[in-house]
């Protein structure tokens, strides 16, 4: 898509935003430096000492507030937006924070903010300016406009998941018994970035040989992989800021049976919760379709996380894939397919896809095999 388009995509998710606030009785919402910021102007900014704050209201152009140094980036976009820069002296720093939201026409106002982003140096920062303005939870407004994902979103999570796979193919090679783990997750890394990721990946993949297969969210560690270790690797990919999240599982040499069955099993469970998935099917359905395969095969207790989580611009978004999540799925909606089961001191096993709800079902942007493979060297 070419740059003209993106800046429309901008202008339109401002204005659904504003009818976002209207509906749910907010004058604006306030944003620093983090996905929902890029999402509605393409811009990006690190989290740092410096606050960044963006100020959208339902009836004036957007504003931002940024240190001088990063000022730049507001040059040549074709959408209107209003910049506040500040000096290098924090001293300064609230008199432009009060001018910006002068200008915005805030005063007295109930403004949005998303809890799990805002950080106290921002908030106080919007607080300390006598201006009477209360702050309160706006998340949904952002969750509402973000959880469908548009052509040029879905287009960049297919690249991202291509390069992942891609990548893991040519990091498989390097998986033989005496490599550790933190020099496989190095390896996995290298291979995304040669393979076209963007450097900022979603997360440091994750890479877990033998008992701490039982960890879900394991740290690569000095420990090497032994012949007959299962071996977990999650990874992902970052394309124009949107990931990739797959996880599959492997072993080196031949397994112990009941690991062998647990891998059938989890496999079983990650078919049925595609199956399930669809336009008008609840996020609770999905998961308790994963969930029901892995308890009727008596495993149960060992399954020990939702079945999936939103994916976009953030590793872990709406729609959550849980029991007690009652919205139904709708068409642009994306999220992984990960059940898996984990027996501590033993092992464990994950699948996990990442897939789009669609007007005719479910697809899944990922396609490599789900089978347990057997990476054992070939003498």
């Known amino acids: 898509m070419d740059a003209d388009n993106y800046e429309v995509i901008y202008q339109v998710r401002q204005n659904r935003l504003a009818e976002a606030m209207s509906e749910a009785g907010l004058r604006g919402m306030a944003f620093n430096a983090g996905p929902s910021l890029t999402y509605l102007t393409g811009l990006h900014f690190h989290l740092s000492e410096r606050p960044v704050v963006g100020l959208f209201t339902i ?33 300064t720093w609230w008199k432009v924070f009060q001018n910006a939201l002068n200008s915005a026409d805030l005063r007295r106002s109930q403004i949005g903010i998303e809890p799990r982003w805002m950080r106290v140096l921002e908030l106080d920062f919007l607080n300390n300016t006598g201006l009477e303005i209360d702050f309160l939870p706006g998340d949904a407004c952002m969750t509402g406009i973000r ?5 040029a979103e879905i287009s960049a999570m297919q690249k991202a998941v291509h390069i992942a796979q891609d990548a893991l193919q040519s990091a498989l090679p390097a998986i033989k018994p005496g490599i550790t783990e933190k020099e496989l997750a190095a390896e996995i890394t290298v291979q995304l970035l040669r393979h076209g990721s963007n450097s900022q990946l979603p997360f440091t993949p994750i890479v877990a040989s033998g008992p ?41 040499g031949e397994p112990d049976n009941e690991m062998k069955i647990i891998a059938r099993i989890v496999n079983q469970a990650n078919s049925a919760a595609r199956e399930a998935a669809g336009p008008g099917v609840t996020a609770q359905e999905v998961d308790q379709a994963a969930r029901r ?19 976009g611009l953030e590793t872990h978004e709406a729609p959550y894939i849980r029991d007690g999540n009652l919205l139904s799925l709708e068409p642009g909606m994306s999220f992984t397919i990960e059940p898996g089961i984990y027996i501590t001191g033993r092992g464990g096993v994950r699948i996990e896809d990442d897939v789009l709800i669609t007007d005719q079902g479910l697809r899944s942007f990922s396609d490599l095999s789900r089978e347990l493979i057997n990476l054992e060297p070939q003498s």
């Open 212 to 252: 701490n297969s039982a960890n879900p969210h394991a740290f690569p560690g000095d420990r090497e992989l032994k012949n007959g270790d299962l071996v977990i690797l999650d990874w992902g990919a970052n394309v124009d800021g949107y990931f990739s999240d797959l996880t599959r599982t492997f072993t080196l």
């Open 59 to 91: 009836d004036k152009p957007p504003i931002i507030i940024l240190p001088e140094l990063e000022a730049g980036k507001l040059n040549h976009l074709s959408y209107s937006i209003q910049g506040f820069a500040y000096g290098e002296n924090p001293d």
């Open 147 to 151: 959880i469908r994902k548009d052509e």
């Open 293 to 311: 395969v892995i308890e009727e095969a008596g495993y149960g207790q060992y399954f020990i996380h939702r079945t999936g989580h939103g994916l």
